[in-house]
T-cell receptor
Framework: GESVGLHLPTLSVQEGDNSIINCAYS??????FIWYKQESGKGPQFIID?????DKRQGQRVTVLLNKTVKHLSLQIAATQPGDSAVYFC????????????????FGKGTKLSVIP | ETGVTQTPRHLVMGMTNKKSLKCEQH?????MYWYKQSAKKPLELMFV???????ENNSVPSRFSPECPNSSHLFLHLHTLQPEDSALYLC?????????????FGSGTQLSVL
């Protein structure tokens, strides 16, 4: 079946370095993608989203890259800080033109990011 | 603080108990959701309410019973649960369900069924 998955379940980075978290998707109809961050003891928190008419979107210290050719999504965190330690989820959905709603997101399993001080 | 509050934060119950999880959102959103988060599994959507009407029920066992008395409150009533129901139960809200929008999650209720 089609699914969203992650290349690496865990990632350890040195404080100050850049982090890259990867996500593969297989549903060719997906055209909306989201990254969530979940800190210990908290619910997932929205980080950034991207639609398929874009291949890059930047936020504060975060960049999402979308490669539709190979169905790959990545989240880049610049100058990683201890507060970035969390589990990061990617999620996908088909577009509103296809009748999709927020409740039809498909989530990946998550990648745990650990920042070494 | 996301504007979505869940209580209790932790719950331990026996298989014959009846308990309820509560969720309240202070964001003026029209849609509310229950998700289940188990270890090593992706988030699983359980129920969706839009303007207090149930929209989605993803083949959830009847021992889970949702209730949405108004657009700000959502409950999940639990009875005769199984140990495999132990998980983090997350409530979320969004402005609407018709389009892709941000979900705002609460901190969840960590449920242990003995």
């Amino acid at each position: 079946g089609e699914s969203v998955g992650l290349h690496l379940p865990t990632l350890s980075v040195q404080e100050g370095d850049n982090s890259i978290i990867n996500c593969a998707y297989s549903n060719s109809a997906s055209d909306y993608f989201i990254w969530y961050k979940q800190e210990s003891g908290k619910g997932p928190q929205f980080i950034i989203d991207i639609r398929s008419n874009m291949d890059k979107r930047q936020g504060q210290r975060v960049t999402v890259l979308l490669n539709k050719t190979v169905k790959h999504l990545s989240l880049q965190i610049a100058a990683t800080q201890p507060g970035d330690s969390a589990v990061y989820f990617c999620a996908e959905n088909i577009g509103e033109d296809s009748g999709a709603g927020s409740y039809q997101l498909t989530f990946g399993k998550g990648t745990k990011l650990s920042v070494i001080p | 603080e996301t504007g979505v509050t869940q209580t209790p934060r932790h719950l331990v119950m026996g298989m014959t108990n009846k308990k309820s999880l509560k969720c309240e959102q202070h964001l003026g959103h029209n849609a509310m959701y229950w998700y289940k988060q188990s270890a090593k599994k992706p988030l699983e959507l359980m129920f969706v309410y839009s303007l207090e009407e149930r929209v989605e029920n993803n083949s959830v066992p009847s021992r889970f019973s949702p209730e949405c008395p108004n657009s700000s409150h959502l409950f999940l009533h639990l009875h005769t649960l199984q140990p495999e129901d132990s998980a983090l139960y997350l409530c979320a809200s969004s402005q609407d369900i018709e389009v892709n929008e941000k979900l705002f999650f609460g901190s969840g209720t960590q449920l242990s069924v003995l």
